[in-house]
């Protein structure tokens, strides 16, 4: 576990992560693509392979039919991987190194699936993806160590990738713009996630006298750790976040009916609990906790970062696909939370929530799934706000009905705690974006799309559209009027 990093108490100042890329298989000494598959399983902790792209040669020198991309050696830059044998993998995504560089851009790749050896077609990889991160100012997003990013994209188990990356055509208008048109950003990687299988695990005294976890907001009980056998000090950590809403330890937060969530929302002492409040806590979801998902804690930086309060939830879609089925969302979580952390450089998963396909609700990003936890999800206005996505690619895709009833499920318990109305507006103040100035007050819907406050496709089209539905009956839900 790398050491804290200090921030100021309630008030929105995030914490940088400080990881390394972790070079499962050095570019120098990647095989090149054989026809035996490897047999080596995977690793139950995960693993992140980290391979730098290059220049491709001229036209004759490519594989042919990848579709989109220009064949001429003096059109937009192109880079890339021919296709190479590597370690098993489920989860892709592009890295570089400037994070305020944009990549203008196509990203597509083919993988190899493990068992039938067979490749897959082309496929795009989302590359406008700035705008899921830190906010600019904040210590994690100005470490240093955070990087540019294409969405990532599940793939399922592979053991084989081809990529080819290629600039946007650049036009008399743009060539002279600040940014090179037919450019690609410097440092390219391709970073290859395997999810592994679960946390690993440190058997710890279950009264150690460790210090409880930092950043907690003025007047919380900063009570010693607790762990349990087989818990490491970081899982203890995050678990104890979620005392008294379930024991320590647990794998899921139960479900409430709407009289019993306020009543253990009262007792637990969440959210602002003022008397209006109270009478419009929605029924509170089963929610999969970071343990139940099998979230490494070692990876996320230590202790956690509040805001004030939560005035707004984001609605996102993940882009990272479809081809998952609900059994292996956990999975896809885990590789999310380690491209995020590995690859991205943030201090944690972005998200401060996720829903499947099927409408189960998972714990995002560490410190309390009552809390307002500042996440990375929605650049310019994660302060006193949520992020919830839905895994998957929502663009021409129709989110499943169960996936939205979960985020009006969702919306109703936890905005309810802070006596947010999800049918109406607030102001949030934005920390700088593509929409909006540093600094500008923003008048949003409570629940709004990830377009809202920023210029991006995210959540898609078409769950985009399910945002007035959700927001009434997410209201229902609380009861209102």
Same mark, same amino acid.
């Given at each position: 576990?790398?050491?804290? /990093? #200090?921030?100021?108490?309630?008030?929105?100042?995030?914490?940088? /992560?400080?990881?390394?890329?972790?070079?499962?298989?050095?570019?120098?000494?990647?095989?090149?693509?054989?026809?035996?598959?490897?047999?080596?399983?995977?690793?139950?902790?995960?693993?992140?392979?980290?391979?730098?792209?290059?220049?491709?040669? &001229?036209?004759?020198?490519?594989?042919?039919?990848?579709?989109?991309?220009?064949?001429?050696?003096?059109?937009?830059?192109?880079?890339?991987?021919?296709?190479?044998?590597?370690?098993?993998?489920?989860?892709?995504?592009?890295?570089?190194?400037?994070?305020?560089?944009?990549?203008?851009?196509?990203?597509?790749?083919?993988?190899?699936?493990?068992?039938?050896?067979?490749?897959?077609?082309?496929?795009?990889? +989302?590359?406008?993806?700035?705008?899921?991160?830190?906010?600019?100012?904040?210590?994690?997003?100005?470490?240093?160590?955070?990087?540019?990013?294409?969405?990532?994209?599940?793939?399922?188990?592979?053991?084989?990738?081809?990529?080819?990356?290629?600039?946007?055509?650049?036009?008399?208008? @743009?060539?002279?713009?600040?940014?090179?048109?037919?450019?690609?950003?410097?440092?390219?990687?391709?970073?290859?996630?395997?999810?592994?299988?679960?946390?690993?695990?440190?058997? %710890?005294?279950?009264?150690?006298?460790?210090?409880?976890?930092?950043? +907690?907001?003025?007047?919380?009980?900063?009570?010693?750790?607790?762990?349990?056998?087989?818990?490491?000090?970081?899982?203890?950590?995050?678990?104890?976040?979620?005392?008294?809403?379930? #024991?320590?330890?647990?794998?899921?937060?139960?479900?409430?009916?709407?009289?019993?969530?306020?009543?253990?929302?009262?007792?637990?002492?969440?959210?602002?609990?003022?008397?209006?409040?109270?009478?419009?806590?929605?029924?509170?979801?089963?929610?999969?906790?970071?343990?139940?998902?099998?979230?490494? $804690?070692?990876?996320?930086?230590?202790?956690?970062?509040?805001?004030?309060?939560?005035?707004?939830?984001?609605?996102?879609?993940?882009?990272?696909?479809?081809?998952?089925?609900?059994?292996?969302?956990?999975?896809?979580?885990?590789?999310?939370?380690?491209?995020?952390?590995?690859?991205?450089?943030?201090?944690? %998963?972005?998200?401060?929530?996720?829903?499947?396909?099927?409408?189960?609700?998972?714990?995002?990003? #560490?410190?309390?799934?009552?809390?307002?936890?500042?996440?990375?999800?929605?650049?310019?206005?994660?302060?006193?706000?949520?992020? %919830?996505?839905?895994?998957?690619?929502?663009?021409? @895709?129709?989110?499943?009905?169960?996936?939205?009833?979960?985020? #009006?499920?969702? @919306?109703?318990?936890?905005?309810? /705690?802070?006596?947010?109305? &999800?049918?109406?507006?607030?102001?949030?103040?934005?920390?700088?974006?593509?929409?909006?100035?540093?600094?500008?007050?923003?008048?949003?819907?409570?629940?709004?799309?990830?377009?809202?406050?920023?210029?991006? $496709?995210?959540?898609?089209?078409?769950?985009?559209?399910?945002?007035? &539905? @959700?927001?009434?009956?997410?209201?229902?839900?609380?009861?209102?009027?």
């Amino acid at each position: 576990m790398r050491g804290f /990093l #200090a921030s100021s108490i309630g008030v929105a100042t995030a914490a940088a /992560l400080a990881l390394p890329l972790a070079l499962s298989t050095p570019a120098a000494a990647a095989p090149a693509l054989g026809a035996a598959a490897p047999t080596a399983p995977v690793a139950p902790a995960g693993s992140t392979q980290s391979l730098p792209l290059a220049p491709l040669g &001229p036209a004759a020198d490519r594989s042919p039919g990848v579709p989109g991309m220009s064949t001429s050696p003096r059109l937009p830059e192109t880079q890339g991987l021919p296709q190479r044998e590597v370690k098993r993998f489920s989860l892709v995504g592009v890295v570089w190194d400037d994070a305020s560089t944009q990549l203008f851009g196509r990203v597509q790749v083919r993988t190899r699936a493990v068992g039938t050896g067979s490749w897959s077609d082309w496929q795009d990889i +989302e590359t406008r993806n700035s705008e899921h991160a830190p906010d600019l100012g904040t210590t994690e997003s100005g470490s240093g160590r955070v990087r540019g990013s294409t969405a990532p994209l599940w793939v399922g188990d592979s053991d084989g990738v081809e990529v080819r990356v290629q600039a946007e055509p650049g036009t008399p208008a @743009t060539r002279g713009a600040t940014r090179a048109a037919n450019r690609l950003p410097s440092g390219m990687r391709i970073e290859l996630v395997d999810p592994g299988a679960a946390d690993p695990v440190t058997v %710890i005294d279950a009264k150690n006298g460790a210090s409880g976890p930092a950043d +907690e907001p003025e007047g919380d009980d900063k009570g010693d750790i607790v762990g349990l056998p087989g818990m490491t000090m970081e899982a203890a950590e995050s678990s104890n976040a979620n005392v008294p809403l379930a #024991a320590l330890g647990a794998k899921e937060i139960a479900a409430l009916n709407k009289a019993d969530s306020t009543a253990d929302a009262v007792l637990a002492g969440e959210g602002t609990l003022s008397a209006a409040a109270r009478p419009y806590i929605g029924p509170r979801p089963r929610i999969v906790t970071r343990l139940g998902w099998g979230a490494d $804690e070692s990876l996320r930086e230590a202790g956690f970062v509040y805001t004030s309060t939560v005035k707004a939830a984001f609605v996102h879609h993940t882009a990272s696909g479809n081809n998952y089925a609900c059994k292996d969302a956990p999975a896809v979580l885990r590789g999310l939370y380690r491209y995020h952390v590995v690859s991205s450089g943030w201090r944690d %998963i972005g998200y401060n929530f996720a829903v499947d396909k099927c409408g189960t609700v998972y714990e995002g990003r #560490a410190g309390g799934v009552a809390k307002a936890v500042l996440g990375a999800h929605t650049m310019g206005f994660n302060t006193d706000s949520m992020g %919830i996505a839905v895994i998957g690619t929502y663009t021409t @895709t129709t989110p499943p009905a169960a996936a939205v009833k979960a985020v #009006a499920q969702l @919306t109703a318990w936890k905005l309810g /705690l802070f006596n947010r109305d &999800p049918r109406a507006k607030t102001t949030l103040k934005s920390g700088g974006g593509n929409l909006f100035a540093k600094g500008t007050n923003v008048k949003l819907n409570v629940i709004s799309g990830h377009r809202d406050g920023f210029a991006t $496709e995210c959540p898609g089209k078409l769950l985009y559209g399910q945002l007035p &539905p @959700t927001r009434t009956t997410s209201a229902k839900l609380q009861g209102r009027p």
